[in-house]
Each structure stands twice: as C-alpha cells, then as structure tokens.
C-alpha cells in the first residue's frame, strides 16, 4: 500500500509569488488533514476534508491559502501571495473512517519563503 | 495555556534504561490520545495510541493514561540509541470537529 505523498519535497519562492502543494492520501481514506510546523512551534492543524468537503478549516491563517480536494482524491494547498511568516512544512495526513486511530502522515513540504 | 502541554527537552537517557516521557492536556472532554516519534527531517509517526485510563503495552511501549488528572505519559524500555527522536503527544478533540491538537515535541537523546 502506498502511504501519503506530498510534492514537491522542498520549495524555495520569493516573497508575493505563490505555490501549489500537492498531496495524495492513501487510496481510499475520505479523510485528508493538512497541518503545518513553522520553526521552534507545535504542528498546528490547517484544515480537514471528508472526501471533496471542508469538514472543518479554522486553522487556516488568513485568505491568502486555498485548499482544494477536487473529486475526493488528492488535494492542493496554494498560498497566494507568500510571505515570509509561510515558511515551515507543510504537513498532509489522511486517515480511513474513523480518526481515533491516527493519522498516516506524509514526509512533508518543506516551504521557505525569501 | 497551550491544549497539550510537553517539557521540549532534550532528555537525556542512557542506553537500556527507561525513557519517561509525559505529557498534559487541557480539555477533559478529549477521547483519544496518540504518541508520534518524529526522526529530524521526516514525517511524524504514529507509535501508540490509548482511549481508557490505565496502561497499554506495545513491545518496549508502554502508554499510560489518567484521565482525572489529564495526563498521559510514554514508557520506553530499553532504550536504543535508535529511540533517539522527537516524540509527540496529540490528542483528539471530539468535542470540536475531528482534528488532532499536538503538543511541541519532547526530544529524547539516548547516550551509549
């Protein structure tokens, strides 16, 4: 069984442009987590989806990040424009029915924003 | 007062004896409780999980859980310098929306 993807592994962008990160959950698991780690804190949560639908997107920073999950399999996270304060990995996690298992988690996008 | 609480380390622990790592959660309604070891530069991964007060035993884990005190701790025995990681405390709320809250990491170093 293939675990979760992400791409790109790293990304290294200017400040105002914008990036697209891309995650494949586990075939077949409705629900896709994305989280985030900036430097020295915690992995915050970002959004979740159940299939196609935002189950719940209150860790969204502000309106300049997009996720979509179009069809119910993979998903996108775009951030536009980037600002300095994006920089982290970006985490996505996906999980079969019900969570109180855990999350299978990919190895992550590593964004730096310059 | 962060949601999940963990003391970030590092902690130091010699080769074959007991790593303790512990951790404290602020809402008593949460149900599920996870331990993910996380490897610098990878992904974290999950390695326990626990939803009754009491201990549960993995091999050399061992998570232990109070819910009255909202306190839930890892057990390593026998520590191998393989065990040398970040491990991450995270719990699920299931009295908002399905996600899981992490704490900030404990770094464990285990020394030969």
């Known amino acids: 069984e293939a675990g979760v993807t992400q791409f790109p592994s790293h990304s290294v962008i200017e400040k105002g442009q914008t990036v697209t990160l891309r995650c494949d959950p586990i075939?077949?698991?409705?629900?896709l987590y994305w989280y985030r780690r900036v430097m020295g804190k915690e992995i915050k949560f970002l959004l979740h989806?159940?299939?196609?639908?935002?189950?719940?997107e209150s860790g969204m920073p502000n309106n300049r990040f997009l996720a979509e999950r179009t069809g119910g399999t993979y998903s996108t996270l775009k951030v536009q424009p980037a600002e300095l304060e994006d920089s982290g990995v970006y985490f996505c996690?996906?999980?079969?029915?019900?969570?109180?298992?855990?999350?299978?988690f990919g190895s992550g996008t590593r964004l730096t924003v310059v | 007062q962060k949601e999940v609480e963990q003391n970030s380390g590092p902690l130091s622990v010699p080769e074959g004896a007991i790593a303790s790592l512990n951790c404290t959660y602020s809402?008593?309604?949460?149900?599920?409780f996870f331990w993910y070891r996380q490897y610098s530069g990878k992904s974290p991964e999950l390695i326990m999980s626990?939803?009754?007060?009491g201990d549960k035993e993995d091999g050399r884990f061992t998570a232990q859980l109070n819910k009255a005190s909202q306190y839930v701790s890892l057990l390593i025995r026998d520590s191998q310098p393989s065990d040398s990681a970040t491990y991450l405390c995270a719990v699920n709320k299931r009295s908002s929306a399905s996600k899981i809250i992490f704490g900030s990491g404990t770094r464990l170093s285990i020394r030969p």
């Open positions: 075939s077949g698991h409705d629900n």
């Open positions: 996690a996906s999980s079969q029915g019900n969570q109180d298992y855990g999350y299978t």
């Open positions: 626990i939803y009754s007060n």
């Open positions: 989806f159940v299939k196609e639908s935002k189950q719940d």
């Open positions: 809402d008593r309604v949460s149900q599920s």
